[in-house]
């Protein structure tokens, strides 16, 4: 009993020019992570748009057939959206538009290049209908809330002049909007529910701290509702429950709104701008390599670390790029989080788009590569759920993150800010806001405002909507009281764990890094992978070698690293002159002797550094496989070792 609407996009790989996919399968497959994100910011910025008691199946399917490698086609994406919504017979509010803004140095870059989105401070995808916005999707690296506001309005005058430029398409080709037929109660229907379920009893019943109490309340009611049917009618008593239930919910809206705009009264007793008691324990797990659970209210956030080898990082391949990632972060909701019964299947766009948030919220504070080389996977198990489980998963994320000692800059706490529009005010000036919302206010309230981020800045915001948009004033505001949770938050968490650990886990694997001449890489690898396999069967630890000559070796011990790495040093260590060396005879010619002084690499002892007497028996006095002192003498211009023979 909801409104169906269905937003695909679809990528080519055509359109960049490329082939992909594996050895065997050549056709593009699953929607990638890239594109089922890229769909969810298309339909949190239409749905609202819609009237929600449609019941006909929408579907939007953007498909991309060129791309220049330089701008990412989401943008376009939308506006072919909004512009075929609004040219068609379908009823839709719009047009919409949506643009991205991103600050580099001082300066405020409208639809930056993918190039330039990488260096900047941050980047925020602002969508909305005209003067409104009803869809922001952020990353920033601890930015200030005024330069997000700056941007916003910035993008909100690029958005108006899309929004002309829609209209003018739609003046001249759009067609008369359809006329849906509604489920509509009547007003006799109504009159007889309000005499069966008074606003009285509706209010007592929503109105209680415990979540399970509450859902307990409105099941009976519903039940009441069923039972009076029941009793009345003998045919269409799904049609009219289903009704009855609509009014409901309507009814549920009206006095959760009411109460909130005119009393300052939540439904759990709360303040406005109280946080639900929060509980937070870090190494939880005994035996991963780091562990948080977080709790605010009903919502359970269990996140676990697992630390891998350089070699563990994701490949990316999309229609635009091929890319590795070694931060990931991935979220479940399984049914029983929410008191359902749910089959346990891979993540659905949900569960992709949570992950998504919550790691983008931590990915500017990880260390880099060349400081902390592990590959850092978390996954985020929502135990329980009663809103906003992907700040809670922001939350415990980081508390694992410095559970496992990894060396991050510092905390980073989300919180979801809620909004209480006066129905009647079509300007939106009376309005609530409401600070970490859960069950009835996320379902009945009009905005779902993430903002994520440290003491110093934001480094994460998602905001959606469901009114058509919000005023700039609205959006200010919210930053303000998002920021003041946030730093509740934060000092909660840091009483728990202020820095990361000074050690990994035990059990943890250990990364020690080498770095070797570029050209030496052959040398380590050997004909066929032989050398390099070599190693990594006798010592059991994990080699990642980069073109740079930068080798990372992953071992269970130190005892297996320090094996790998003497192995590798020999194999790789650039002679001297003066260095001398026990080598070993590998071939015994008439003008002198060959020894290997390190492996595969051997110098000549020319017949004229032997005694003269025993020159003349060189090949019965030397045998290959003999241990023979040597001193490096000379290296020549074709880097040929000469060896001096010690006594």
């Not at 045919?235 to 809206?253: H, M, R, V």
């Not at 080898?309 to 991935?330: C, N, S």
């Not at 002159?577 to 002198?592: A, L, P, Q, S, Y």
């Amino acid at each position: 009993n909801f409104f169906p609407l269905l937003v695909d996009f679809e990528e080519r790989y055509y359109a960049a020019g490329k082939i992909r996919g594996s050895k065997f399968i050549k056709r593009e497959g699953k929607p990638s992570e890239e594109a089922i994100l890229s769909a969810r910011v298309i339909d949190r910025t239409i749905r609202p748009l819609f009237n929600q008691k449609i019941r006909n199946d929408i579907q939007i399917v953007v498909t991309v057939l060129s791309v220049d490698d330089k701008n990412d086609p989401d943008i376009l994406g939308l506006l072919g959206a909004s512009v075929a919504l609004s040219i068609s017979n379908i009823p839709f509010n719009g047009p919409v538009a949506g643009v991205r803004v991103c600050k580099l140095g001082n300066d405020f870059i409208v639809n930056p290049s993918i190039a330039e989105r990488e260096m900047a401070e941050f980047e925020i995808f602002v969508a909305g209908p005209e003067n409104e916005v009803n869809m922001i999707e952020c990353e920033a690296k601890e930015s200030l809330e005024e330069d997000i506001l700056k941007a916003i309005k910035i993008g909100q005058e690029r958005i108006n002049k899309m929004i002309i430029f829609q209209r003018e398409i739609i003046a001249k080709i759009g067609v008369e909007k359809a006329t849906v037929k509604l489920e509509e109660i009547d007003d006799d229907f109504k009159k007889e529910l309000e005499n069966l379920i008074s606003d009285e009893k509706i209010e007592e019943a929503v109105f209680t701290k415990s979540k399970i109490a509450r859902n307990e309340n409105l099941d009976l009611l519903v039940k009441e509702i069923k039972e009076h049917l029941e009793e009345k009618d003998k045919e269409d008593i799904e049609q009219k429950l289903n009704l009855a239930i609509g009014w409901l919910e309507s009814k549920l809206d009206e006095i959760v709104h009411r109460n909130i705009l005119e009393k300052d009264r939540r439904p759990d007793g709360r303040k406005l701008d109280e946080i639900r008691e929060i509980f937070t324990e870090v190494g939880f797990l005994p035996r991963t390599h780091g562990s948080a659970l977080f709790i605010r209210g009903t919502t359970q956030s269990l996140a676990v670390l697992t630390l891998g080898a350089p070699g563990d990082e994701q490949l990316i391949e999309t229609m635009e790029e091929e890319t590795k990632k070694r931060f990931m972060l991935h979220y479940n909701f399984p049914g029983f989080s929410v008191g359902e019964i749910a089959p346990m299947r891979p993540p659905g766009r949900r569960e992709i788009g949570h992950g998504n948030l919550a790691e983008k919220a931590l990915r500017n504070i990880i260390p880099p590569k060349e400081e902390f080389p592990y590959t850092i996977r978390i996954v985020s198990e929502i135990l329980s759920s009663n809103g906003s489980s992907s700040m809670a998963s922001v939350c415990s994320a980081c508390l694992a993150l410095m559970d496992g000692g990894v060396p991050i800059r510092t905390s980073v706490a989300g919180i979801s800010i809620g909004l209480i529009l006066d129905p009647k005010d079509k300007d939106k000036k009376r309005y609530k806001l409401i600070t970490d919302i859960q069950g009835p206010e996320d379902h009945h309230g009009d905005m779902d405002f993430k903002v994520a981020g440290s003491a110093k800045g934001i480094t994460v915001i998602q905001l959606d909507v469901k009114t058509s948009g919000l005023t700039i004033e609205i959006i200010k505001d919210a930053l303000e009281e998002a920021k003041k949770a946030r730093l509740k938050i934060l000092s909660i968490m840091e009483a728990t764990i202020s820095k990361p650990r000074p050690e990994l886990s035990p059990f943890a694997p250990r990364i020690y890094k080498i770095k070797i001449n570029p050209d030496k890489i052959r040398d380590v690898i050997g004909p066929g992978g032989k050398i390099i396999n070599s190693i990594i069967d006798k010592t059991g630890v994990t080699i990642d070698i980069e073109d740079s000559g930068l080798i990372f070796i992953t071992a269970p011990n130190k005892e297996s690293a320090d094996e790998a790495l003497s192995w590798i040093e020999r194999l790789t260590h650039e002679v001297q002159i003066g260095e001398e060396f026990n080598g070993k005879v590998t071939r015994v010619m008439d003008f002198g002797v060959f020894v290997e002084v390190m492996p595969g690499q051997e110098g000549l002892i020319h017949i004229s550094e032997f005694p003269k007497t025993f020159a003349l028996r060189l090949r019965n006095m030397i045998k290959v496989g003999d241990i023979l002192p040597v001193k490096v003498k000379e290296i020549d211009a074709q880097g040929r070792i000469n060896l001096k023979l010690l006594k």
